[in-house]
């Protein structure tokens, strides 16, 4: 039974269970393995009945004269425990009940047999025959999983019988007597240690299961709550993109083999960018967070699901039957957030609140029909609803001109754009904290179209990532740092991000390696940040292209660090010289959630030996907090914003740059 307790231990396991008192965890023991006991033990006793019945062979051989007799009183006494067993069972009656019924069966049994075959005439042959009871005591003690209580009274009583037996038999001398007795004896002592051992054995395993248990449900809510983390968005507590990934695979399943029909809406906060500017990146967070709640309130009454897909971009899943219900919700979407009436005085189109545009895209049947083209569909008609002034509503319509796309364009911009000088860099400085000098910068790309439109780096790094030309981009970019930036000397070390592609395209370690002989400058000026909510897989190759970098001195960064879920294996796997903290907990740390979330980070990073960044220090308050918090070093618009490499040649930041060489 001990090698099923583990398998079959189903109580309600508390906390630390180790640490409760004695007398609970004693009740717990007797409450566990109830249904398997009471299987186990009524087997036993069926088996010990058929071996007890088996025996009778030995009466009709051994003693003859009484041997009707005891061959009946085996027959009846068998029959009667068993009645009793089965009657017990079909009761539903309880494993302790079927144990104390089992064990008298098994007194009952010796004692039957016992004053029977005292009848018998051959009373040598008899006297060696009562031996047979030391069997009974091994079955009460070794064979059953009694309690050890029970068994002692049970075996207890067996040798009473014995002793009394054996000196009924008036043939035998003192002697013959002693001995046998003794023998008796000596079986019942070395078997209920035995029994004890056993039962003690069990109690351990018990205690080794209930603790096994306890772990594994922590570890199981551990792993519940990490992954609700992982699919939780911090800021707002939506829905994540890789969660809404998930919800769009299980919709478009549904649609593909049911003809579940649902509609995808996107929905973006108008001139966001220009709300951050103005109000700051916290009001801008909380800004985000009240159109969250709203959106939130108005999916759950139309049972739809929503999600954070970018940085100011939400977007709604819902089952739909027709277009007329998507335009509804739609249309509900951008009122719901119109009526917060949230302030935004630096619109300049006449609006002087926060409002939305919304693009939505229903499913339909057409030629190469993929997942993503509901998605492609519902962006094009948001950039529709832009194009036709914000703050209003398009449905995707296949036969509109006006849903043109423009992804295509950016596309096409980024093939010309290195040859066409459309791409360009900007610095933003890295102040350290201890000697408040700025130490290094990190470079940004920055994209416009021939007619001088800017593109964000949110919509022409993803698309430069899956037409494979971001190994061109990330070449040039490395490159211009190198020249313009640590060649001349204007800061002593700059930083560039790179790509999931570049570390696992061949040769890139040889080019950076190149790159920096050409430029005449060490590895250690130069540092690669990889940004942990980027889909970086734990590729071979990147992680050899990692360490090839830092044999040449190239320093290794782990950007946004927290935003991810991949973000801990990274860490343990790579020995990163930086780690830049994102700025969401930087936002945040004026809570005493926020703080102690951001000290836990801090802890962790320290314990790897990084050097620590942190990103988004927008006011006086947080630089202060960033100090008394031991942070090495700090970036955000408080600081510096980014600016060009003409601009940070003026600027007298350079002059004292050559000094924090020491500082990372």
């Known amino acids: 039974m001990t090698h099923r307790l583990a398998d079959v231990l189903e ?141 002692l009274i049970a075996s207890g009583v067996i040798v009473v019988l014995f002793i009394a037996g054996l000196y009924g038999l008036p043939t035998q001398g003192v002697g013959y007597k002693l001995t046998f007795g003794i023998f008796c004896i000596s079986c019942f002592i070395f078997t209920s240690y035995v029994n004890w051992k056993l039962n003690q054995e069990r109690f351990n395993v018990f205690l080794n299961a209930l603790e096994a248990k306890a772990q594994q449900k922590e570890a199981t809510e551990r792993g519940q709550q990490l992954l609700r983390l992982s699919h939780t968005d911090p800021l707002t507590g939506l829905e994540n993109r890789r969660a809404i990934d998930q919800r769009l695979r299980d919709l478009w399943d549904r649609w593909q083999h049911a003809g579940e029909a649902f509609a995808a809406i996107l929905v973006d906060v108008d001139f966001f960018k220009r709300y951050n500017d103005c109000y700051g990146h916290q009001e801008g967070d909380r800004c985000l967070t009240i159109v969250a709640d709203a959106l939130r309130d108005l999916a759950e009454m139309r049972q739809a699901t929503i999600g954070r897909y970018g940085g100011e971009e939400f977007i709604i899943l819902a089952k739909l039957d027709e277009e007329a219900e998507l335009a509804g919700l739609a249309e509900a979407i ?95 400085p890295l102040q350290d904290v201890g000697s408040g000098e700025v130490s290094a910068v990190e470079s940004l790309m920055r994209l416009r179209m021939p007619d001088g439109g800017l593109i964000p780096p949110s919509l022409f790094i993803p698309i430069a990532e899956r037409t494979g030309t971001i190994l061109s981009l990330g070449q040039w970019a490395i490159q211009t740092v190198c020249h313009d930036v640590l060649a001349p ?38 540092a690669l940040e990889i940004t942990e909510g980027q889909d970086m897989e734990m590729h071979s190759g990147a992680c050899r292209c990692i360490n090839d970098l830092k044999a040449l001195g190239v320093k290794i960064w782990l950007d946004d660090f927290g935003t991810g879920f991949a973000g801990l294996s990274w860490l343990r796997l790579v020995e990163f010289d930086c780690v830049k903290i994102d700025k969401s907990f930087v936002h945040d740390s004026h809570t005493p959630r926020g703080r102690a979330m951001l000290e836990d980070i801090i802890r962790l990073v320290r314990n790897r030996q990084a050097t620590i960044l942190a990103e988004g220090v927008e006011t006086p308050e947080q630089a202060s907090l960033m100090k008394r918090l031991g942070i090495d070093l700090v970036q955000g618009y408080h600081l510096g914003r980014p600016m060009t490499a003409s601009a940070l040649k003026r600027s007298d930041r350079g002059a004292t740059s050559a000094r924090a060489l020491s500082a990372l």
């Open 489 to 526: 000397n204007l800061m002593q070390i700059a930083s560039v991000n790179v790509s999931p592609l570049q570390l696992r395209s061949p040769g890139f370690a040889a080019f950076v390696a190149l790159t920096l002989h050409e430029a005449g400058i060490t590895g250690d000026r130069l």
């Open 11 to 151: 109580i309600d396991v508390p906390r630390n269970p180790l640490q409760q008192p004695a007398e609970v965890l004693r009740a717990l023991y007797r409450q566990q393995g109830e249904k398997i006991r009471r299987k186990i033990t009524r087997q036993g006793l069926w088996v010990a009945v058929f071996v007890h019945l088996l025996f009778s062979l030995t009466d009709i051989l051994l003693i003859p004269d009484a041997a009707a007799i005891t061959v009946v009183t085996r027959f009846v006494i068998s029959a009667m425990m068993l009645a009793s067993l089965e009657l017990l069972v079909w009761r539903n009656a309880g494993a302790d009940a079927i144990d104390r019924v089992s064990a008298a069966a098994l007194v009952a049994a010796y004692a039957g047999w016992l004053f029977t075959a005292l009848q018998t005439s051959n009373t040598e042959v008899m006297s060696y025959y009562m031996v047979f009871g030391a069997i009974f005591m091994m079955s009460v003690n070794l064979f059953f999983s009694f309690a050890f209580r029970l068994s």
């Open 334 to 428: 951008r009122q719901v957030v119109e009526r917060l009436e949230l302030r935004h005085e630096q619109r300049r189109d006449g609006i002087s609140i926060v409002t939305v545009s919304v693009g939505a895209a229903f499913t339909r049947h057409h030629a190469a029909a993929k997942l993503e083209k509901v998605i492609y569909e519902a962006d094009r008609a948001l950039y529709a609803s832009k194009a036709a002034g914000r703050n209003c509503v398009r449905l995707f319509d296949p036969n509109d001109p006006q849903t043109s796309d423009d992804r295509e364009h950016v596309a096409a911009v980024l093939k010309i754009a290195v040859p066409q000088h459309l791409v360009s860099m900007v610095y933003q």
